[in-house]
């Protein structure tokens, strides 16, 4: 755990996916140390988003929370299997020094400072666990909290992007960033709809334990019915 914490705040602190690191193409990190980083992060958030239905008295509680804990850092990993190959052509396109391997070790990165911030929000949501009963409003809390670790990782990825374009070449370096906002949004899209796919992540205590739900709608029509009954 010591380790994993050490790695997560060397990355916090830009000491791993740095200008020098990346002028090299060469990062100071392993694939397995970032995994085992995301995985202990995302299991930690899962947890939490698991409790409520647990304290709820849910049927089936118990089993919700282990399968947050499982699920949340399976929807990062199998969107970084869906994303990975159109990131590392955008970057090759770009004339980016990252070969393949490096490009993967770039994204677990980005996915370790998502899963990081989503990891200190998990009080947060222990704390409006123990303090309503509202279904809607947790939902709505953990999309608001994914939504947040998401700009925050991509920034960071985006970031990282940025200074490997070629600065010489304005239209080149121009053009490089028009196709990684491009892959930005595939990313965020396909991440959204992965969680659809995953779900239920918080589980709804008034209905049985179910591993996933039928795939109806889609995510985003999905937050939108949510909100309205919040509201309603």
């Given at each position: ?68 804990a499982v699920k949340v850092p399976l929807l990062f990993l199998l969107t ?153």
């Amino acid at each position: 755990m010591n380790q994993v914490l050490s790695l997560v705040d060397r990355l916090l602190r830009g000491q791993v996916v740095g200008p020098e690191q990346l002028a090299t193409g060469k990062l100071d990190v392993s694939e397995g140390d970032l995994a085992k980083a995301s995985l202990a992060l995302g299991a930690s958030y899962g947890a939490f988003m698991g409790l409520y239905a647990a304290l709820q008295g849910g049927a089936g509680g118990a089993l919700q929370l282990v399968s947050s804990a499982v699920k949340v850092p399976l929807l990062f990993l199998l969107t970084l299997a869906v994303t990975l190959p159109s990131l590392y052509v955008f970057s090759a396109l770009a004339r980016s020094p990252l070969g393949f391997r490096e490009t993967l070790r770039l994204l677990l990165a980005a996915i370790t400072v998502n899963l990081a911030l989503l990891a200190s929000f998990g009080p947060i949501t222990g704390f409006f666990t123990l303090s309503t009963d509202s279904y809607p409003f947790m939902k709505l809390l953990s999309v608001a909290f994914f939504t947040a670790g998401g700009l925050v990782g991509l920034r960071f990825l985006r970031e990282a992007l940025s200074a490997l374009l070629p600065k010489s070449d304005g239209d080149k370096a121009e053009h490089a960033r028009a196709v990684f906002r491009v892959w930005t949004v595939i990313y965020a899209v396909v991440g959204a709809q992965m969680g659809w796919i995953l779900r239920p992540f918080v589980g709804n205590p008034g209905l049985p334990f179910q591993l996933f739900r039928e795939r109806e709608k889609n995510f985003f029509q999905a937050v939108l019915e949510t909100l309205g009954a919040l509201l309603s």
